[in-house]
């Protein structure tokens, strides 16, 4: 979302339209304070409403543009809460905070991605973070903690309730008196989920670890390769050759796996290119041919898992169906099972064979009439024939006796990580059970267990198992169990 739609001036002048006084001086002495007036303010003086939307035609409807957000806001006119959350998360942003757009749907519907909310970062320190709903029907006007969840609270004649419902967090409301006159029973609850796991977690570094074992620490970090046109300057080339090489400490475990990453990425850059289906797979396969050789050597120092990739769900949806039609084109079966064959080649003769590296550059050919002419050409980066580097197999056998430890490295190299991929299919397969019969309304079929929308990300029946197998991994030098078994 662009940062120059709304200036610090005008975000300044909005707080006086809607009654804020020394809103500055007050942002500045007391930024909590400031932000539970400016909550109670907005949305008092900015309407829910859909009354724009209906005064249009139905040929002139459409999603507002951030523009015409901005203009909804500054006039005081309002609208959904596409309108409301997008313009106050922009009000934020100009005040100098850290907010973030979440998704969100509605229970009641039958459509996903029905409602928007809004994450605040780092408010007074790192992860202190508050759920900001300005955009419903139904105000709430308070920050919601993320630390403290769950957390009830009662606003304008609702009784409200943020809670973690299936990996995601759920806001629950109901009329305050018939949860007085109904203690006892269950409540009828109106729900909408928002989409935190994924927004907050995906191509995140974080830190995590459990109250119950707080000496156990997690850092994860996300690379991803993107200077796949020169693969050899990529960042994430560089740290794999600095692990190879001792150079830098390598992480306890090593998990890697970019083919659909890799499929996605680079028709994005080679759509006017009329030979950009060849390219695609002749640049991942460039990508294995460098990547593979260095993974073995990481190998030697550090237990190294390759994740297979998941599969497509046939019937995923898409905002567009155009979109639709490239992501089951991008995400066939058959290019992941080519993209192993390619993995295993490199895996299996990258140290022998010789290779002549090339990459992808754009050249400008210059054409009568002052025209120019922008062409992908492939040039050779090999400086003479060489062989790609390999390494030695051979490691010095386990003391006799000793506990194994999984996490260190042995002679089995590199280890092909598939165990999940028949639950991932078996997932798919009830997809696509519940599409044939018209059950895509249900709330198993959106929830995030099988996630059926989505064309290939794995549900949490898959990521809860391969989770499972991880903690195991790691754990299990600990546990001291017999060798003979995988698991405790």
């Known amino acids: 979302m662009p940062s120059d739609l709304l200036s610090r001036e005008q975000a300044l002048s909005f707080l006086d339209k809607v009654g804020i006084t020394d809103g500055e001086e007050t942002l500045r002495k007391d930024p909590r304070r400031f932000l539970s007036d400016l909550l109670k303010a907005y949305q008092e003086h900015v309407p829910f409403q859909c009354v724009s939307l209906l005064a249009q035609s139905s040929e002139e409807r459409h999603v507002p543009t951030l523009e015409e957000i901005?203009?909804?806001?500054?006039?005081?006119?309002?609208?959904?809460?596409?309108?409301?959350?997008?313009?106050?998360?922009?009000?934020?942003?100009?005040?100098?905070?850290?907010?973030?757009?979440?998704?969100?749907?509605?229970?009641?519907?039958?459509?996903?991605?029905?409602?928007?909310?809004?994450?605040?970062?780092?408010?007074?320190?790192?992860?202190?973070?508050?759920?900001?709903?300005?955009?419903?029907?139904?105000?709430?006007?308070?920050?919601?903690?993320?630390?403290?969840?769950?957390?009830?609270?009662?606003?304008?004649?609702?009784?409200?309730?943020?809670?973690?419902?299936?990996?995601?967090?759920?806001?629950?409301?109901?009329?305050?008196?018939?949860?007085?006159?109904?203690?006892?029973?269950?409540?009828?609850?109106?729900?909408?989920?928002?989409?935190?796991?994924?927004?907050?977690?995906?191509?995140?570094?974080?830190?995590?670890?459990?109250?119950?074992?707080?000496?156990?620490?997690?850092?994860?970090?996300?690379?991803?390769?993107?200077?796949?046109?020169?693969?050899?300057a990529s960042d994430e080339v560089k740290i794999l050759t600095e692990w190879a090489e001792g150079t830098q400490p390598v992480p306890d475990l090593l998990i890697a796996g970019y083919t659909s990453w890799m499929l996605y990425t680079i028709p994005q850059r080679l759509e006017n290119d009329p030979n950009s289906p060849l390219d695609v797979l002749d640049l991942l396969m460039r990508v294995h041919e460098v990547v593979v050789p260095l993974l073995q050597r990481v190998a030697h120092r550090t237990r190294v898992l390759v994740h297979a990739d998941t599969r497509l769900r046939p019937h995923s949806q898409a905002k567009k169906p155009g979109h639709r039609l490239a992501m089951n084109a991008v995400f066939q079966n058959f290019l992941e099972d080519w993209s192993e064959m390619m993995f295993r080649f490199f895996e299996k003769f990258g140290s022998g064979r010789i290779t002549r590296r090339r990459r992808l550059v754009t050249r400008t050919v210059r054409l009568e009439g002052g025209l120019e002419h922008l062409v992908n050409m492939v040039e050779e980066i090999t400086q003479g024939d060489r062989p790609s580097r390999g390494f030695d197999r051979m490691q010095s056998p386990p003391e006799e006796g000793a506990v194994k430890d999984y996490l260190r490295p042995d002679e089995s190299g590199l280890w092909w990580w598939d165990t999940s991929l028949p639950i991932n299919m078996a997932t798919i397969s009830e997809c696509s059970d519940l599409h044939d019969r018209n059950f895509t309304q249900l709330p198993q079929y959106s929830e995030p267990v099988l996630r059926c929308e989505d064309h290939h990300h794995s549900g949490t029946a898959t990521l809860n198992f391969e989770v499972h197998m991880l903690l195991n991994l790691i754990c299990n030098t600990h546990l001291a169990v017999d060798r003979h078994f995988c698991c405790s």
């Open 70 to 232: 901005v203009e909804a806001g500054l006039s005081l006119e309002g609208g959904l809460c596409f309108t409301l959350n997008t313009f106050f998360c922009l009000l934020l942003r100009a005040l100098g905070f850290k907010v973030d757009v979440l998704d969100g749907s509605f229970s009641l519907s039958c459509h996903p991605h029905t409602h928007e909310v809004l994450l605040l970062r780092d408010l007074s320190e790192p992860g202190d973070n508050y759920i900001i709903d300005v955009g419903g029907g139904c105000p709430f006007l308070e920050l919601i903690p993320v630390k403290d969840l769950p957390v009830t609270r009662y606003e304008a004649g609702f009784e409200y309730r943020y809670q973690y419902l299936g990996g995601m967090v759920a806001r629950l409301h109901r009329i305050r008196e018939d949860s007085e006159r109904n203690q006892n029973e269950t409540w009828p609850w109106a729900v909408y989920r928002t989409m935190l796991e994924e927004q907050d977690v995906r191509f995140s570094d974080f830190e995590a670890t459990t109250e119950s074992h707080p000496g156990l620490r997690f850092i994860f970090k996300f690379r991803r390769f993107w200077e796949w046109r020169d693969v050899d």
